[in-house]
T-cell receptor, first 111, second 115 residues
Framework: DTAVSQTPKYLVTQMGNDKSIKCEQN?????MYWYKQDSKKFLKIMFS???????INETVPNRFSPKSPDKAHLNLHINSLELGDSAVYFCASSHGTGFWFFGPGTRLTVL | AQKVTQAQTEISVVEKEDVTLDCVYE???????LFWYKQPPSGELVFLIR??????QNEISGRYSWNFQKSTSSFNFTITASQVVDSAVYFC????????????FGDGTTLTVKP
């Protein structure tokens, strides 16, 4: 059973398009996150949710909008994609202040 | 503001050598958590260890050991008798003591273990 799953694994799209990445965790965790890893492998937190409530919203363009329909899901919608959005996006979950359990990542390529 | 510095961008060793990955952090919090994650070439992020700021005991897990020193704000990671499978990017991270709290990752150290 996959603990944190993301779909799709790969996403190739044209500039200007809108796309979504879905994340689901079956660990019963109350906290979920989105991280971005750029081409230099730098990892940076984008958003965190606790019990469906947005806690952290880092300096991310408002083209990025997270949505948490329930505790087990945290989706990421991106409008008007730009070349600089190309990266690997990781979803993660944790229980309280426990360690982050990461999903396999979604590699987004914007052409 | 939080900051994590992994000064070693890349390290290359020969199999069976010991190697230490350095991590220095900055925070104004008195309670916080430190982590190490491994990212092998396959790309997934694998949890290695979590340590809270009140627990300065060193930890050993097989060939892995961690040295946490609050006095120098360091949380170094040593691999003993390295193996080719240890080749990966290793990240040190720091998080606040709150649910869904802010986290900061270091830039990572790429370790290459040659046979």
């Amino acid at each position: 059973d996959t603990a944190v799953s993301q779909t799709p694994k790969y996403l190739v799209t044209q500039m200007g398009n809108d796309k979504s990445i879905k994340c689901e965790q079956n660990l019963g965790h109350d906290t979920m996150y989105w991280y971005k890893q750029d081409s230099k492998k730098f990892l940076k937190i984008m958003f965190s949710y606790n019990n469906k409530e947005l806690i952290i919203n880092e300096t991310v363009p408002n083209r990025f909008s997270p949505k948490s329909p329930d505790k087990a899901h945290l989706n990421l919608h991106i409008n008007s994609l730009e070349l600089g959005d190309s990266a690997v996006y990781f979803c993660a979950s944790s229980h309280g202040t426990g360690f982050w359990f990461f999903g396999p990542g979604t590699r987004l390529t914007v052409l | 503001a939080q900051k994590v510095t992994q000064a070693q961008t890349e390290i290359s060793v020969v199999e069976k050598e010991d190697v230490t990955l350095d991590c220095v952090y900055e925070t104004r919090d008195t309670t916080y958590y430190l982590f190490w994650y491994k990212q092998p070439p396959s790309g997934e992020l694998v949890f290695l260890i979590r340590r809270n700021s009140f627990d300065e005991q060193n930890e050993i897990s097989g060939r892995y050991s961690w040295n946490f020193q609050k006095s120098t704000s360091s949380f170094n990671f040593t691999i003993t008798a390295s193996q080719v499978v240890d080749s990966a990017v290793y990240f040190c991270a720091l998080s606040e003591n709150t649910n869904a709290g802010k986290s900061t990752f270091g830039d990572g150290t790429t370790l290459t273990v040659k046979p």
